[in-house]
DNA sequence: CTGCAAAATTGCAACAAATGAAGAAAAGCG
DNA sequence: CGCTTTTCTTCATTTGTTGCAATTTTGCAG
């Protein structure tokens, strides 16, 4: 007999799902300031004081699928063959995470667009990725230094992986500088995007002294 | 005759550095969060609501001093050298940075490492530091593509700025994994940290393929 | 120094996020 | 069915933040 999750799990789940569903709904029609966290939990049936004992902040709702994306890079570190550098695991990682986000990102995840849109038009949104963006890096360098135990110590992992995220990233800005612009990136042909990122990874990886 | 600011002008900048101070001794004494606004208003001797015309938010007041630190970056970034290379320059002002935070952070800048504290401990002011921090760096990466318009399009500056920005920033995370630790580093010899942002500095530039 | 316009400050009301505590409702289990 | 544990709700409270109208202070012309 497939026991399962009893009612009490699967209930959670579902009131969870309807708060995330509710949320974007909201974010996406109203907008993030004008979404009170009161709005969201009426609309998935529930008090507001039960919307923090699954969120700890109206902020966190959004970044609640981001965690799979990180396990994604973790297994490609993991896997690293005999003859790999820490740059080709890494640039193995980045590569798989952009691929999942272009089959992915507009048909399945509808979580990334709106949290991309908030992420460049709501500054306490924008603090709260780039902390969890920070949180990943560390993660991942100690996944990295954990992989090559003696080619790389913990400070030099955090500093390969901030200078190859940092530089992402921060393309990525420079490429988004008004909100609407993330819609006309989900709107069309990603190509150029992926393009502009990899020439990013090219210099992190290349170094900036080859500029 | 010194005609200088008038009155009201010195009496504003006079508020506003007894705001700042009452801000930072009671964040120092009590904690961030144990601050209220109406306790650093009271201490500085104005309205809680008076604050609000001097800075935007709570966070902000411990940003008060960083946009001269920036401005130091620009200079040395204008004042490129015929013979220089975008990496120079960027190499450069990092070190002017750098070098002013060993001349003064201790003596002169008490926001310093009152703000460093506040960093690595509240969430909230790591949210906007991060903020502030990705702005600097698109800002940095406009006046590097203004330095060398043929050598580096707009958003090869970004991934450049990004890259070195994101190792520093990373390799000083992963050095402070604790708050106290900030102490610790501001209390001795600053030689071993300056040393490991050095490290950083040298795989952004050598680049990650280098490791 | 007097009066007036502009700017700064204030108190007050209101709203939203977040948290704590006590009790009601639901689910699991014998 | 009763009992226990978890979850949800209700209520109150604190704090950050904003708008508004009243008041005070400053700069300045006469």
Redesign the pocket.
Known sequence: MTTG????????ER?RQALITAALGLFEERGY?E?????I?AGA????????????????ILFADTEDRLALAFAVIDQRGPEDAPVDVLVRAMAAVFERAEQFGQVFDRAVPVRLRMVFSVP?VQGMALQRMLSAQQRLAARLHAAFPDRLDRVEAAAVVGALVGAVVNTMLSLVQAPEQVDELFAGDPGPVLAQLRRAVEVAVAGIGAS
Request: charged share 35%; hydrophobic share 30%.
């Open positions: 999750p009893g009612l009490r799990e699967r209930k959670k009131t300031d979404t009170t966290i009161a709005d939990a049936d529930v008090s507001a004081r039960t919307f923090f004992s699954y969120f700890p902040s109206k902020e966190e306490a």
